[in-house]
């Protein structure tokens, strides 16, 4: 089996050589697919603490990284990115769903997320109902916390959420 690698390196090319084949991508924060029922909850998780590399955050200097699996395998990192407003700012989670969603997936496993502090971050409010949007609440959070990660289903963070039902759309 290929083993995913995580593709992080703006502005280049990036080749990998399996057995028999070779495989080409240039989107940086992509892993490359593989079985999800397969892939180590920590290949995921490890995913979000590199993305927290990433965050911009001047202001409250809480950095946080994310990382979505698709039902394909493939995985997408996602970094705050505050300004100084911060209404504007976007979310780890709503980042890697964005990069996600941009590349045709619309279907997920789960997400991972990490900070900085190692604190165990849930998404926020706003970002549990943009995950709904895409993922039922079975979806499985991880989160980094300081005795190690912590697993939640969404619909445990977001008992009730407001979908499209709500608006007589189905």
Do not use: W
Not at 114 to 139: H, V
């Amino acid at each position: 089996m290929l083993r995913p690698l995580l593709v992080d390196v703006v502005g280049q090319k990036i080749a990998i050589r399996s057995h028999n084949h070779q495989l080409q991508h240039d989107r940086p924060g992509t892993i490359f697919p593989t079985d999800p029922h397969t892939r180590d909850m920590d290949e995921l998780l490890n995913a979000a603490r590199e993305a927290v590399s990433k965050a911009y955050v001047p202001y409250s200097e809480y950095a946080v990284g994310a990382a979505i699996e698709t039902t394909a395998g493939a995985i997408y990192t996602g970094a705050n990115l505050e300004v100084s407003n911060y209404s504007n700012s976007l979310h780890a989670e709503e980042v890697a769903l964005s990069r996600a969603l941009m590349d045709g997936h619309e279907e997920f496993e789960r997400i991972a997320v990490s900070a900085e502090a190692a604190d165990g971050p849930t998404p926020c409010g706003m970002c549990r109902q943009t995950l709904s949007e895409f993922a039922g609440p079975d979806f499985v959070v991880v989160v980094d916390a300081q005795d190690g990660p912590e697993t939640y289903r969404l619909g445990e963070l977001l008992p009730h959420a407001f979908s499209g039902a709500n608006l007589g759309v189905e």
